[in-house]
Antibody, heavy 119, light 109 residues
Framework: QVQLVQSGAEVKKPGASVKVSCKASGYTFTSYDINWVRQATGQGLEWMGWMNPNSGNTGYAQKFQGRVTMTRNTSISTAYMELSSLRSEDTAVYYC????????????WGQGTLVTVSS | SSELTQDPAVSVALGQTVRITCQGDSLRSYYASWYQQKPGQAPVLVIYGKNNRPSGIPDRFSGSSSGNTASLTITGAQAEDEADYYCNSRDSSGNHHVVFGGGTKLTVL
């Protein structure tokens, strides 16, 4: 069965960086895009960007351009999302999600990783 | 960029039909996908494309689209359908970018 398992919760200080991992299993990792979506407490979903694990091509939401980097290690079927220059407003649950039949079809999601930014 | 607008909250009596809407210019060109999210859980895809349900999603969930509005309809709402619902779509600029609606809290009375 398809699974996306994310790394554990992180606590970071303002200005630091965080790198969240997303390990895929149950399907061919390089055949489906990986998207990253975040959700602040009590707020809605916010799309951050996508990555094609086969080519490594990426696309980032304008809001995160220059601060986010999405990479992968195909040998271990793992995607990564690194966010730099953290501020308190980046405190949120970060999800990875597999891209499905269309660009906007996110058919499997990771369990989420809570990133807390606090001094 | 593009924006998708959803009503913040909708309620429905148990067993009745409810429609949750999503408005935005990009919906004139692209289909919306719909996600259900219960407290403390990751979102779950319920509708994608013209009106497609992933395996395991009950057939009481359906989708439709007209002009700049996409709709998610639940026919015969159940108590377990109480959740937040989000639409998403491609950015109207035509690139690979995605935008989510603000979400609708569905209460089943």
């Amino acid at each position: 069965q398809v699974q996306l398992v994310q790394s554990g919760a992180e606590v970071k200080k303002p200005g630091a960086s965080v790198k969240v991992s997303c390990k895929a299993s149950g399907y061919t990792f390089t055949s489906y895009d990986i998207n990253w979506v975040r959700q602040a407490t009590g707020q809605g979903l916010e799309w951050m960007g996508w990555m094609n694990p086969n080519s490594g091509n990426t696309g980032y939401a304008q809001k995160f351009q220059g601060r986010v980097t999405m990479t992968r290690n195909t040998s271990i079927s793992t995607a990564y999302m690194e966010l730099s220059s953290l501020r308190s407003e980046d405190t949120a649950v970060y999800y990875c999600a597999r891209g499905g039949a269309t660009v906007t079809t996110f058919d499997y999601w990771g369990q989420g990783t809570l990133v807390t930014v606090s001094s | 960029s593009s924006e998708l607008t959803q009503d913040p909250a909708v309620s429905v009596a148990l067993g009745q039909t409810v429609r949750i809407t999503c408005q935005g210019d990009s919906l004139r060109s692209y289909y919306a996908s719909w996600y259900q999210q219960k407290p403390g859980q990751a979102p779950v895809l319920v509708i994608y494309g013209k009106n497609n349900r992933p395996s395991g999603i009950p057939d009481r969930f359906s989708g439709s689209s007209s002009g700049n509005t996409a709709s998610l309809t639940i026919t015969g709402a159940q108590a377990e359908d109480e959740a937040d619902y989000y639409c998403n779509s491609r950015d109207s600029s035509g690139n690979h970018h995605v935008v989510f609606g603000g979400g609708t809290k569905l209460t089943v009375l």
